[in-house]
């Protein structure tokens, strides 16, 4: 706020007791009286003394008097006056909560790798005699801790941290700043990074490094499936090498179902047909049974049913 409207109250009242002693002095004049020019006079020396004295702040200031030179006290918010001449009021302290844009350009990481980066912190003033009296500047200050702090964040971290973990970068960043500022009575509310800026050949480099292990993890997977389906393949061979007629019946009906889907016309060889002919399916099941009922006579084959040969 400018001067004019930290005493603009005191203002008002000044210019009305200027006025009506203007306005008494004429009257008196007129007739004649002893006050004339006394109290128009006095009226001005008190409107003078109260544009100088009273002073107003607003709800998220402070106002830092000192008295000869030594801290009288923290005045505000509202009105409050002080004595012309003896104190002054060095320093107006906003309380809200402030923003500093700050960055580190061509800071080189942890794994040596340059990168720019831009932050924001905000920041409050939680105590105005420490931030009045500790401190010259502490709006510059904060903003030249901030841009070390960030460089040394920045030097302590690899890039792969500064990329994916953001959060914990704010956070510590937060907590650094916050530790230097504290003792000027500044809090460090949060930081945030906005950006975090590499050579264009690093990204290119990256980029392809990302494809390369993309690419090495779809190979493992398809490996991965190879090999399941290779031993699916082993362990079905060895159920059909035990069990020749369940073969027989897998290989028919693999036919119906490529004939029933595509309504086309299959020929076979002489050879598939007739291991596909259902008498010898059954003359090899009786075989089977055979082989394993020693004692039991095997029973007669049935007629095998004629089959057109191609």
Known sequence: MNGLGRNAPATMLAILLALSGVLLGHYWREQEALFAYVVPGALVLLGILTQLSMLMANQWERAVVLRFGRLQ????????FIIPFVDTVTTWIDQRIQTTEFNAEQALTKDTVPANIDAILFWQVHDVERAALEITDYRRAILRVA???LREMIGSSPLSALLSDRKVADQQL???IGRKTADWGVNAVSVEIRDVAIPRELQDAM???AQAEREKAARVILGSAEQEVAQKFVDAANIYAGNP?????RAMNIVYETTKERGSTILIPTSMADSMNPGT???MA????????AAAPAPAA???????RG
């Not at 009786?286 to 009922?293: D, I, L, M, N, T």
């Not at 049935?302 to 057109?308: D, E, G, Q």
């Open 73 to 80: 006290g923290i005045r505000g918010p509202g009105l409050f």
């Open 245 to 249: 007629i369940a073969l027989q019946l």
């Open 207 to 209: 980029s392809r490094q």
């Open 147 to 149: 841009q070390t702090s």
């Open 286 to 293: 009786a075989f089977g049974a055979s082989r394993s009922e």
């Open 281 to 283: 399916v059954l003359n």
């Open 174 to 176: 937060k907590e650094v």
């Open 302 to 308: 049935a007629p095998a049913a004629p089959v057109a």
